[in-house]
């Protein structure tokens, strides 16, 4: 999947020429950023990584061609305007999975409401906090900045189980399967506000 250039382009064009008709002082130089900026999207379309290494580079150019500090902000406002356009025009095709809301509540009694039950509910082993139920081996994230071991935040379970409404539903539209009956663990670091996911399944 990539991404057409042209709706990047016509953001480019339309943004610098607004700026260059409001700051009369900067138009030249504006312009200049606008050749260099629009030189880098020629292609009819462009794949995700080459969209950011473009907008590194117009900010580098807005920095070469800044004499007061006024274009370097505005090659960095510019390419924060770029960064969520493209990641939108490239998410056309990703389907949105039905919205499902969650309900919280001490882990002890609902494991215990299933038992009496005598069955699991579709998606049962999602949890927030606690332990990860690792499917295979322990798998915990050591973030990559800081080196430490990340917070386990939660655990996103495939929704499969047939024997309910929901889980029919949701079996007949394919959705919330992850790989064969996977399962999504969400890990955090509170030092370096990153975050990280894991995938496992039998
Ligand atoms: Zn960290």
Redesign the pocket.
Known sequence: MRIPSKPLLEHITKELDRLADKFPNLANALQSLKQRATSRFQDESIDFNSVKDALDAIVKDADELDTDGYLYAIGQQLTNQLDPLSRSLLSGDVPVLPELAVRLSHSEEEAASQVEAGHSAPGSRTRLGGKPQWIQSDATPV?S??Q?TMTFVAQIDSLSAEDSDLGRILEARGSYMFGDVGMIYVFW?S??L?TQAVFQCE
């Open positions: 973030c900045a800081c430490k670091c030092q370096c990153g």
